[in-house]
């Protein structure tokens, strides 16, 4: 190989490493924001309830800030107006029963728990839809518009397949409605049904993985430009 030719590669050899270097100091970056987003999501989590953001917290509403926040709403339930969405929990394949609440100053959507198939008609879970002043205490959680992945909503065959806060509210007619959701906690329900308190929170930590990864091949990198000077050396 001519020097110039070996100049070249070793330096694309050199500036590839700087990259994969830099690709590993931002995965090590990326680990430690993961990481104070995991914390802040269990101090959220295990802190005292709030009250449920009303209408003029809306805007300020977001998933960074406040998601999985304990919070506590009172009011009425409309089961008339329940909507099922597909879930697959760790009790298996069925139904999220997501019911409107009724508050003084607007309608909250409540994912008050999951039911197998078999309790799919709300006539299977009477003794659940007891009528009257009720209370929640859950876990925020932002809306899930669109749908799952591959499959999506479809409200005019009443299929849906995520917790679409604008979506359900449109369909089920309702009023001034919270623009995110409320996961009922553990709670037990009169009869068993709805089972709430199945919310996953779970973060992957991949970026170490990556970041040793992006330093092996940074590593990599230099050792072949470094090879290529030697050569070009003698």
Known sequence: MRPTRRAVFAAAALIAALGLAALGVWQVERRAWKHELIAA????????????????????????????RRVTASGRFRHDRETL?????GRGAGYWVVTPLETPGFTLLVNRGFVPNERREAKTRAAGNAAGPATVTGLLRVTEPGGAFLRSNDPAADRWFSRDVA????????????PYFVDADATPNPGGYPVGGLTVVRFRDHHLVYALTWFALAALSLFFAWRLWRIRDR
């Open 41 to 68: 999501v269990d101090a959220r989590i295990h802190a005292p309830p709030i009250a449920a953001p009303g209408p003029d917290r809306w805007d300020a509403v977001n998933a960074k800030d406040d998601a999985y």
């Open 167 to 178: 979506a359900i509210a449109k369909a089920r007619g309702l009023g001034r409605t919270a």
């Open 85 to 89: 969405v597909q879930a697959v929990t």
